[in-house]
């Protein structure tokens, strides 16, 4: 089974732009998860989705946005992109189940703001 | 609001030793999930363990396993038989047992292994 895939996985963009985000998660997964992760403030969380449902929200700007569609993508949006907004962002799926159920992460994209 | 405190910026151990990683938090719930993953330079992070708070037994997963003292609102991950591949950041995480998919994660710790 295919993993959790991320695009793209670099990316590099000018002060005042906006920049989109995929996340494919696992094949049967209706649940993801975004964050955040820079060396100084470490990991934290964005958004969740499930079934195109935003269940959560992060302590982020408005500038930060997402969404899901009907077969479980993601995407996240960054508008007027900030210097301190580079960073590794990382999705995460998971089935949802009960317990102490295992959360999939992908590779990231790694975000460079000039 | 939950908080995960690792003190450990950084560790090592020597390989086929033993080395013990560090996870405070604060929570004013009674329910709720532990979970140590593994970020590998430029790889994807994975889980390694996890633990249900409401369980006593501490979790064990071949050469790791955790201590968790409930009242002490410790979960430390201790690694045996230590291998050159077990070398990344590891981050202590905590998510409520109450439906929200929300982790919140301890600032890691960066493991060394040498040879």
């Known amino acids: 089974k295919a993993g959790v895939t991320q695009t793209p996985r670099y990316l590099i963009k000018t002060r005042g732009q906006q920049v989109t985000l995929s996340c494919s998660p696992i094949?049967?997964?209706?649940?993801v998860s975004w964050y955040q992760q820079t060396p100084g403030q470490g990991l934290q969380f964005l958004f969740e989705?499930?079934?195109?449902?935003?269940?959560n929200k992060g302590n982020f700007p408005g500038r930060f946005s997402g969404r899901q569609f009907s077969n479980s993508r993601s995407e996240m949006n960054v508008s007027t992109l900030e210097l301190g907004d580079s960073a590794l962002y990382l999705c995460?799926?998971?089935?949802?189940?009960?317990?102490?159920?295992?959360?999939?992460f992908g590779p990231g994209t790694r975000l460079t703001v000039t | 609001a939950q908080t995960v405190t690792q003190s450990q910026p950084e560790m090592s151990v020597q390989e086929a030793e033993t080395v013990t990683l560090s996870c405070t938090y604060d929570?004013?719930?009674?329910?709720?999930?532990l979970f140590w993953y593994k970020q590998p330079p430029s790889r994807q992070m994975i889980l390694v363990i996890r633990?249900?708070?409401?369980?006593?037994q501490n979790a064990t997963e071949n050469r790791f396993s955790v201590n968790f003292q409930k009242a002490a609102k410790s979960f430390s991950l201790k690694i045996s038989d230590s291998q050159l591949g077990d070398a990344a950041m590891y981050f202590c995480a905590y998510r409520s047992a109450f439906g929200s998919e929300k982790l919140v994660f301890g600032k890691g710790t960066k493991l060394t292994v040498n040879p």
């Open positions: 094949s049967g997964h209706r649940s």
């Open positions: 929570t004013s719930e009674s329910d709720y999930y």
């Open positions: 633990q249900e708070a409401y369980k006593q």
């Open positions: 989705y499930f079934s195109e449902t935003q269940r």
């Open positions: 995460a799926s998971s089935l949802r189940t009960s317990g102490a159920y295992e959360q999939y």
